[in-house]
């Protein structure tokens, strides 16, 4: 097991890097964007472009990129967002809106998804699995910003049950019922596509489960059907079930960089699109730094988590 965890943590940094290089190798490639003109930040962004030596080869700016991360955490400064101010500050304070939302949405989602799920393999080749089904291929097609579309017309244009905008930190503390509700519009939308998912997954894992002939044998032994599902259906669908539950996050907070943006939340997910279309450098890299290092540590947990949640796997076994 240990050799197999240094073997992926391995693998994970040098697919880490080679992300990294190639994204700031392709976006340096770019023609390099003018300084906004907002007084004396645009002297200082100079100075930090000088710095990081933005007149010197591509792979030269890079290591100099790296120096400046691994030496004082410096991420640079703003360009054509926030010109002046420190990237790493700017992500830190607009971090918690990005994780508030995506852990709604999932925690709204989990509940939901593993119910109808279950409901769908006890109810197999029933017209109450036939709608589940159905409502599921449908929920899964259709793309997470049409939900929001249609969200936003009927629960905040239509109705005004809510309102368009997100409440702010100084009104509210992030896990407070009024977040939560200015929240719910992207919360709802961000969760159709996930429980679709997760509903899909789970009736197919137990209704496999549910066929095993050691079910059988548990009945001839005088257990019950409900018993039979709780103690050992149930159980051993789990095991490829929660570690898919841990990989949902991820897919979440891809989906919330276009939702961010529709729903107007101060997200690190609405300044990673706002860097790409602005070409700012340093936001860019950070933001893709974030996303990519999520992405890989949650790979690997959810890989882990197999050989956690069922000792009978051996990761790493021939």
């Not at 420190?86 to 509940?111: F, G, Q, R």
Request: proline residues 3%.
């Amino acid at each position: 097991m240990l050799k197999y965890i240094i073997k992926r943590l391995l693998l994970m940094i040098l697919t880490f890097f080679v992300i990294m290089t190639m994204c700031f190798v392709l976006v340096k490639m770019l023609p390099l964007p003018a300084v906004k003109q907002q007084g004396r930040d645009v002297q200082l962004v100079l100075a930090r472009r000088e710095a990081m030596g933005y007149n010197k080869p591509i792979m030269v700016q890079y290591g100099l990129y790296w120096q400046h991360i691994l030496q004082s955490g410096d991420f640079g400064l703003g360009e054509q967002m926030y010109v002046g101010q420190e990237v790493a500050k700017i992500m830190l304070d607009k971090l918690p809106y990005t994780i508030v939302v995506n852990l709604y949405s999932l925690l709204l989602s989990l509940p939901l998804g593993l119910i109808f799920g279950i409901y769908a393999a006890l109810k197999k080749n029933k017209w109450q699995d036939h709608f589940i089904s159905t409502a599921v291929m449908v929920f899964i097609s259709v793309p997470s910003y049409v939900y929001a579309f249609i969200v936003q017309y009927f629960l905040c244009f239509k109705t005004g049950w809510f309102s368009l905008t997100v409440a702010s930190r100084e009104s509210t503390t992030f896990f407070s019922w009024a977040m939560f509700v200015s929240m719910f519009p992207a919360i709802l939308s961000l969760g159709f596509g996930t429980v679709a998912g997760l509903t899909r997954f789970t009736r197919a894992e137990l209704s496999e489960v549910l066929t095993g002939d050691y079910l059988l044998l548990a009945r001839t032994k005088g257990l019950t059907r409900s018993q039979a599902i709780v103690r050992h259906a149930m159980r051993n669908a789990m095991v490829p079930i929660l570690p898919m539950i841990l990989s949902m996050f991820v897919g979440i907070l891809g989906g919330s960089l276009i939702i961010e943006n529709i729903f107007a939340i101060p997200g690190i997910g609405s300044l990673y699109v706002s860097s790409i279309q602005l070409r700012d450098y340093n936001f860019f890299m950070a933001d893709t730094l974030f996303y990519t290092l999520v992405g890989l540590i949650a790979g690997l947990v959810v890989d882990l988590s197999y050989g956690f949640i069922d000792p009978r796997i051996k990761m790493g076994e021939r």
